[in-house]
């Protein structure tokens, strides 16, 4: 069956060696086969490209222009799958030769360049993207990224494999400067405007279904789309809001002047998964997910005991 390309690897490495052994003859001994065949798929590449490969009246054979760019790249292009096959039969593919990751701003900004300098020892390259988790969850699905850390652990996909990081709970926030109660939300609407994040967020999405589910109609004036903006917001006394310590700790917590406290209504938690397609990667996603529970116990949990230790209680880095 022709190749959609107009070329394959056996229509490529039969031309590269015409034109270093010089005839079609010559390449054909070299390649053990009959010149016929070398001729016939000679032919066949030139009709599938549609281009004259070969100066057909010059010894030994010369490349027309289309013919020497023809060879440069399919140079390349066989190098790279010899180099590709060696590999596989010596099975030196333990170090994968790109990782592309795409992971919720909160972790990343927690964890990020530890988790870079992890990554850098198992892959040869990576890219790492950070943004909102519904379009990572696309991503992946569409082969665009490898593996994501998301709150969206994908249950309705099969041939994913998922790997907790993170449970944490939402919690009330209030600026610093607040002397009225803590537990009755509607009391504090009324005082001080409610900051969402943007309804495109999956945390946004959560927090919207939970406040409807309690009964809570909250006007919509405030709208950001990142915790950053949320909570400083909050800090400078223009608001309030519901976000997760680790959004808190994103946000630069030592630095934040707000008050933190359980949510009064029914209590609402995050879930952060690490998830990746099935047998891919081989051990990357396990290894990446143990090395990132580590990292948050080591500087996210460690800094959340010293400002709040009512909260770190509650919040889980348990596989």
């Known amino acids: 069956m022709r190749s959609g390309f107009g070329f394959d690897l056996r229509s490529m490495e039969i031309f590269v060696e015409t034109l270093e052994q010089g005839s079609q003859s010559a390449a054909a001994r070299r390649l053990g086969l009959k010149q016929s065949s070398v001729s016939q798929s000679l032919a066949n590449l030139e ?3 549609g281009v004259t490969l070969f100066k057909r009246n010059t010894r030994p054979l010369e490349p027309t222009s ?3 760019f023809f060879y440069d790249r399919a140079r390349r292009l066989l190098e790279e799958a010899r180099s590709t096959r060696r590999e596989l039969v010596s099975g030196a593919f333990g170090q994968l030769h790109q990782v592309r990751l795409a992971l919720v701003d909160s972790l990343a900004t927690a964890v990020g360049q530890p988790l870079i300098e992890l990554i850098k020892r198992y892959t040869r390259d990576y890219t790492l993207t950070t943004g909102l988790s519904h379009m990572h ?3 992946l699905l569409t ?5 994501i850390v998301s709150d969206d652990r994908l249950e309705n996909y099969d041939g994913l494999e998922r790997h907790a990081l993170l449970r944490e709970p939402f919690v009330l926030v209030v600026p610093l400067g607040w002397t009225g109660p803590l537990d009755n939300l509607r009391w504090i609407a009324r005082q001080l405007d409610f900051v969402r994040y943007t309804p495109q967020s999956l945390i946004g999405q959560a927090i919207e279904r939970h406040l409807r589910l309690n009964k809570l109609e909250l006007p919509a004036r405030l709208h950001l789309d990142n915790t950053f903006a949320v909570l400083r917001l909050v800090s400078a006394g223009a608001g309030w809001t519901i976000t997760t310590p680790l959004c808190l700790y994103q946000a630069g917590l030592e630095n934040l002047r707000v008050q933190v406290a359980p949510l009064p209504v029914a209590p609402l938690t995050r879930e952060l998964t690490l998830v990746s397609r099935r047998d891919e990667l081989g051990d990357l996603p396990a290894l990446l997910a143990r090395d990132s529970r580590r990292l948050l116990e080591q500087r996210f949990r460690r800094q959340l005991d ?5 909260l770190s209680e509650a919040v889980s880095t348990r596989s």
């Open 137 to 139: 969850s696309h991503a």
């Open 306 to 310: 010293q400002a709040l230790p009512w």
């Open 143 to 147: 082969r665009h990224v490898d593996i």
């Open 47 to 49: 009709e599938g490209l």
């Open 66 to 68: 289309a013919g020497r």
